[in-house]
């Protein structure tokens, strides 16, 4: 049974997996958490709630079963904008050769990824399949929370203040109580690199760590 997630800013639906331990490429080389993936909201709040993780934990079995890409294809049959991963990564390549075949499949749907496992050569060729499609955006994440932007056709990254000096288009959902209202620049493919202002009490102490919190006006 296919399961899927309204995150209250988003416009659309979405297809999410449990944060953190379905998100290998979330661990640095020293071991530790990544600074983007320190602050992550899908650890947070609402979603450690067991209604809110239940949808989640049943994904992570269910995208496995032989009938899941038929399924998600027929249940997508009127959407027009969606968001695969709220929380948690495609972790596992089979898991992105089945997205694949549903966004091929749904050429009426504009579909967004966003993904740190670009970081594994393995998944390069797959995401790269993915971002080749002309209704999918796959933007890979930089691990920064000082507006790194890192090399792809689709990127974003986290700034930790919304004059931080950038070339990135900047998400303005901060402006907007963390909606999305009328924009849609995450599904924009000629849109390079999307920023987003750094935000929650989590993120605010990544920042302080990183030397960033004294540039931020803390209420």
């Known amino acids: 049974m296919i399961r899927l997630s309204k995150a209250g800013k988003m416009p659309c639906r979405s297809w999410s997996l449990q944060a953190i331990e379905t998100c290998p490429a979330s661990i640095g080389s020293d ?13 947070t709040g609402n979603y450690n709630f067991p209604s809110v993780k239940a949808p989640r934990l049943h994904n992570k079995k269910d995208w496995q079963r032989e009938g899941w890409v038929a399924d ?20 596992h390549i089979k898991l992105a050769k089945k997205i694949l075949e549903v966004c091929r499949a ?58 931080t000096p950038t070339s990135a288009i900047i998400c303005e959902a901060y402006k907007h109580e963390g909606k999305c209202n009328k924009c849609r620049i995450c599904w924009d493919k000629g849109v390079s690199v999307v920023a987003y202002v750094a935000h929650g009490q989590r993120m605010k102490k990544v920042l302080r760590e990183n030397n960033l919190i004294n540039a931020l006006q803390v209420a």
Do not use: Q
């Open 106 to 163: 749904t050429p009426w749907t504009r579909h967004w990824l966003p993904t740190r496992m670009h970081k594994f050569k393995k998944f390069r060729k797959i995401l790269n399949e993915l971002n080749k499609l002309d209704n999918v955006v796959v933007r890979l994440s930089s691990d920064s929370v000082e507006g790194e932007i890192i090399e792809g056709v689709n990127t974003s990254t986290i700034i930790p203040y919304d004059d």
């Open 31 to 43: 071991g530790e958490l990544v600074d983007a993936c320190k602050g992550c909201y899908a650890t």
């Open 72 to 91: 998600m294809i027929e249940e997508l049959d009127n959407d027009r904008y969606f968001r695969w991963f709220d929380s948690g990564d495609v972790y």
